[in-house]
DNA sequence: CGACACCCAACTGGATCCAATCTACATAAG
DNA sequence: CTTATGTAGATTGGATCCAGTTGGGTGTCG
């Protein structure tokens, strides 16, 4: 399982409700940080589906020795990000595209069953909060700033269900959307089909604005169609021979 | 995300389904074998919520250096089963009631999702199987012997969802079994309410056989039920004022 | 008597070194 | 010419060593 490392960023962000100190400073050992710029690397793709990561290569780059890396690959491994066999090393994980598309459906079931719980609890400062995301994201779209528009797409779809104060679910939900956010960054290189989801996120913003349940069913559509458009759009390039 | 290592676990099953070699010994690095064993002993009790792992003691008990220790902490804290701070070491993790409950939620929603797949896909051979764990599983029981009930208690389920070919789903729901087979466990030790849920196995089994889609929700009654049990024993345990 | 500073022991974090294993290429036998 | 085998280079796995941080205990001063 992969999110035992999300539910602890996840209480660390609900620490901070009783704001004690105002300054939290982020501490993390080098493995950690290591992770985090492996996992944005991987997501952008700039390491590509199957490709081997070697522990020193890895290692130059950052100037450090082979240790902290060989526990940042523990963390990836943990991801489902990459896989690693013994004394083989380790690859960047290439899935499948049914299983792809089981990923958005499980993220249409989590992230609707969390939305409900949410959208009852959702005060109107959670809603300004979610808004002033959805126009960075807007921003980051039309400035064609693909690592930031899938890291702020994953914040927006954050932003509604922290109201929900689910821990558990949200850490599994964020688990799901980091590997899922590896393709939709991929399709959008690819497709403009993301102007449908920029419409969307409006959408969902309003019904969530009026407390509309329908929301709910709304989001599952909007899931599952991101899922459908990725699967094609992965299936034209696989079927145009364009190299990955 | 905890789950990255039991997809890799679910693709080797798989991969025996093409037998091209028909023995496979499974080879695991000294960190994995690591993380076996202290996932079990965590999952035992023999480490109680909020104990702290020292990495020496933890080598020298195994008699080995720190290092793969450090890499089987890494392993584990992906799986929520620890959390590690950083130059203050690991501590085992402890779980709020309302984040147990939660966590039966989430199994109730995705094993019903998926068990819903499995329906239609079971041949009688997967259900032969599934017999059979049930039999070792009531063996056990009857014995006493708590962490082969849990172990088999989770065999038991999963062999019932592996026809759902769902590998993803089934990775995200056998993370979330390793944590709440932890309480499941303790739970052995101080009540017996399981004995309820031994039936409810025989009765899942029996509309398996008849490819009954009652069996969905009656799983899901199951799940929550065992749910419930699980958190009027630990709140009886916590009144009465017994140490962990 | 209490508060603050300092110091020391225990532990974790990271680097370097050595051993085990895999891959590829070359070489030899059929 | 093909296939099997042996060997060298590369890469990972594991152990040992050193540095940095934490927390508690002691001593000194107000």
Redesign the interface.
Known sequence: ????????QVNEMLEQKNPRSKYRLK???L?EALADSLRERILNGEFKEGEPLVQEAIAAEYECSR?PV??AF????????I?SK?HKGAVV?TLPSE?IM??FE?RA??EC?ILTYALSRMTDHHLDISEQILEQLEDAYHKRDIAKVGALNWEFHRSLYVPAD????L??I???N?QTDRYIRLQLLLTSAFEEAEQDHRQILNLCRSRDTKVVEFMRGHIIRAGHNLLDALNTRKMSGTAV
Do not use: H, K, N
Request: proline share 2%.
């Open positions: 399982m992969v999110f035992g490392v999300w539910i602890q501490r993390q050992s493995p240790m060989r526990e523990r963390q990836l491994e943990a991801a489902g990000l896989v013994i994980t299983q089981e990923l499980l079931m989590l069953d689910r821990i558990q679910t850490a599994l964020q688990g799901i980091v």
